[in-house]
């Protein structure tokens, strides 16, 4: 049963996040660089226990501290979702040695960790990866690019994703965590509209081993896709967030800016655009709390309800933010101003972790998968084949 509401303990909880996040985590977010891993921040998130909560809970309490600390502080937010990202490839593959080297410290925020999937040219085709890893006595070499990885090139170490076999698409990918300091591994910052720390990685024949594998051998993709499902739903979370966020500024706004004779709230062109707003944010929330339930039921249609979640939270945090800078005026477009903020945070969301249009090619290739499955024994190959998934 979807969750339509939450309890008291959990909206207590979520004021409590909201209230950190304003009054000690913005704080050092603004005193961080923009576009580099602000590790005061890191920290100040394990302290707290935070990031150890992302993997000792389900989806629907990593939705709700998302969206929680992202109505407060975005910074923080990515910061604390970053870790889990970049991690938790190593909570569901790695070995009992690899965990007890690597989580104690990217829980208390001392060690940074980055997901390293995308490529120049795959990047919502992530099936389509190039980066190899050739055999090289008991272990491999990796040699190629990844780009557009967040945390990137200041993480600590790496969970990436390379070629095992070729021409098998999603058969042939491997996992490996791969430490900041291997030769042969450099990386450089790439300036990006968001603020968090976004870079490119080349490996120029990285030595790894059978001690770096998560998982098996050529079973790599579907590590990344099962990290991906969890967070899909908290990309929704985090969007719902920062719309809820523009919304209470524009309540706010209309409420007490007089214009043509009265206050904002009283033109129902303005009024009417208001309740917009908090319908689909509304409407998000619900799809989001709805997908976070189905994947810790642990229900079949978990890639569907994420994608969608993530598809419509996403499109409508982008329409919100606008709306609110809109009503706002030449005042929301001052550098600085926290609709200015939101309005360079709320665009990448549409695109990282499987951008809008690939999110529509998975919910359609769900229900046709579905529909085929129901009608017996005429169901079509491509249906069942995990090489069309894409991120």
Not at 128 to 152: C, F, M, Q, V, Y
Not at 195 to 204: C, M, Q, R, T
Not at 215 to 225: H, I
């Amino acid at each position: 049963m979807p969750v339509f509401s939450l309890d008291p303990e959990q909206n207590a909880w979520c004021a409590t996040l909201r209230a950190l996040a304003v009054e000690t985590l913005r704080p050092l977010a603004e005193r961080g660089e923009p576009g580099r891993v602000n590790r005061p921040l890191v920290a100040a998130l394990g302290e707290r226990g935070l990031i150890g909560r992302l993997f000792a809970s389900g989806a629907m309490e990593l939705c709700l501290l998302r969206e929680s600390l992202a109505h407060g502080c975005t910074e923080a937010e990515t910061a604390l979702a970053l870790q889990g990202l970049g991690a938790f490839p190593l909570v569901l593959a790695g070995t009992a040695r690899q965990q007890d080297r690597h989580l104690p410290g990217v829980i208390a925020g001392r060690s940074i960790a980055a997901f390293a999937l995308s490529e120049p040219g795959a990047g919502s085709d992530a099936a389509a990866l190039a980066l190899t890893a050739a055999p090289d006595g008991d272990g491999w070499r990796l040699s190629g690019e990844k780009r557009w990885i967040s945390n990137a090139p200041e993480a600590d170490f790496y969970t990436v994703f390379a070629r095992t076999a070729q021409g098998a698409r999603a058969r042939g990918v491997t996992a490996f965590l791969v430490p900041a300091d291997r030769p042969g591994l450099t990386g450089t910052a790439l300036e990006m509209l968001s603020p968090h720390p976004i870079g490119a990685l080349a490996f120029d024949g990285v030595p790894v081993g059978r001690a770096d594998l998560l998982g098996e051998v050529d079973r790599g993709f579907g590590v990344a896709m099962r990290t991906l499902d969890l967070f899909r739903p908290s990309v929704g979370a985090f969007a719902v967030g920062m719309a809820q966020a523009a919304l209470d500024a524009a309540v706010e706004h209309t409420a007490r800016r007089t214009a043509f004779g009265g206050p904002l709230r009283d033109l129902q062109a303005v009024a009417h655009q208001v309740a917009e707003m908090a319908t689909r944010t509304e409407a998000a929330r619900l799809l989001v709390y709805a997908a976070a339930e189905a994947y810790d039921s642990g229900a079949a249609d978990v890639p569907r309800r994420s994608a969608m979640a993530k598809l419509f939270a996403t499109e409508t945090a982008q329409y919100v933010v606008d709306r609110a800078v809109q009503l706002h005026g030449a005042t929301a477009l001052q550098r600085g101003h926290p609709l200015e903020h939101l309005y360079r945070e709320v665009r990448a969301p549409r695109i990282y972790e499987g951008a809008t249009e690939v999110q529509r090619s998975i919910i359609a290739r769900e229900l046709y998968a579905a529909a085929a499955g129901s009608s017996g024994p005429g169901t079509p190959d491509a249906a069942r084949q995990p090489d069309g998934k894409v991120v």
